[in-house]
């Protein structure tokens, strides 16, 4: 039984290798990464580490290379587990810094538990077997290897296009462009083994109209700063949208034209995220881990899976202009549908108001009964809440109430209250019958005006009230008083009406002859 340390940013991974290392009675520790997994080797000292050699913060090679320069860590065994599209650069890395083995992702359970069996019991895969001194079996074998080197790389490709080809179909699935793109950035330097990634593309909405996102770099906790499109060699691919490659044979620092505070890189990548018709962006490439710089083949892969992003990233975009508009279609035939329906409703309201005016002018036998049936109709067909109709005595001089109806006796007894109470000459109801012309108040609750018994209609819920003068040609007859619940009732086309409805009143009240001129009506 030994302590093995299993360092690797992807939790599941992890979890994995701990349950079979655990079940072959070993004791592990975890790490997230390659400064965790530091820690963690110095506090618990293990016989074995397996890790991975891409990682945030710091991959796997600089976590050995750490290891190596540590008195007391340098003599613990590696094992690099890795995917198999790393597999080259994981052999490279391994004789570079003397790790053990290499056990690519996935392989049989079997195949990691005999590695850690081996690396335990001191045997090395690194260590070359004795060359025979029989030419034709050292040239056979060279041709043997040649021919295992090319597989492999086969092997590597397949896998990385199959990669890519998983993507593609993860991507299409993307519901939001911004979270396409952070995955486009996130999955293109794992797949190629790059030190950190950077994306950046155009867009009609957004600060600046520009949308930029990191993989591998660790800016703290400020955001990292913003590179530009259209600057240093990284500008020239959204108009010539040729991929661009630099590797420095010298390992000098390249310049790709990133803003400063990004780090330092000697080989870069960068494709165009483009459609056939339109560049939106680039993809960049910093640092391939393992290797002096990125190939040929790094290239073509890289420039399919910018082609794949940019018409995901654009078909994206065309979903939701299309979802947005259709929204806005939506709520623009709604609300076509409700001015519709208020304006059939508001229709249908004239004929019965209007018709059942007409036709209780014909029905009326007198006065008392024309403004009475008048207060029923502006109820149950004008659906205001109180309705009452005030005349005026010829005897006395005075205003009167003549009829009254409404949703209770309380609505009567109110329009009782407000035909008795004396009121100032400013008040809403004087001002209508004194200058004969309609006056209202669309808002009892803040209104400035003065109006008789206003609290307690506010009481009874009521929010809007209207006087309307009635007159005939020989002067001033009374007024009719409308009340209702809704706020900012009365506008001009509901003025209008009840101007009209008003006036049908007037001149029938004037034309009966069922009770004497000069005699105040009842209200019965």
Known sequence: MATILVVDDNA??????????????HLTVEASDGLDGLRQARARRPQLIISDIMMPTMDGYGFVRALRIDPDLCLIPVIFYTANYHEREAHKLAHACGVAHVVVKPSPAADLLRA????LAGVCESDPDPLPDNFDREHLRLVTDKLTERATALTAFRSRFEAISKFSLEAASALEPHALLEKVCADARNLFGALYAVIAVTEKTGPG???YSTSGIDFGSAPPPAPALDAGPLGLIMSSRVPWRLGSSHG???????????PSARAFLAVPLMTPTRAYGWICLAEKIGADEFDAEDEA??????????????NLNLHLALKWQSEKLNRSEGRLRQLTDTGVNYVNRVYALLGGTNLLIQRAPNRDELCKE???LAIHQGHFRLAYIEVLDSSSGKIVLAAAAGDGDDAVALARRMSAELTEQDDLLTVALASQRPAICNELQSTDQSVRLRGEMLDRGYRSIAALPMSAGNGCMGRLVLMTEKPQFFDDAEMRLQTEFAGYISRAFARKQGAAPDAAPSLG
């Open 12 to 25: 599941n991974n992890r979890k994995l290798l701990v349950t079979l290392l655990s079940s072959d009675g």
């Open 116 to 119: 850690v069996e081996q690396v």
């Open 209 to 211: 109209g520009l949308f």
């Open 252 to 262: 000098n620092a390249a310049d790709a034209g990133l803003p400063s505070g990004y």
């Open 301 to 314: 892969l890289m420039l399919h899976m910018g082609t794949v992003a940019g018409r995901i990233y654009e």
């Open 374 to 376: 008048a207060c029923r």
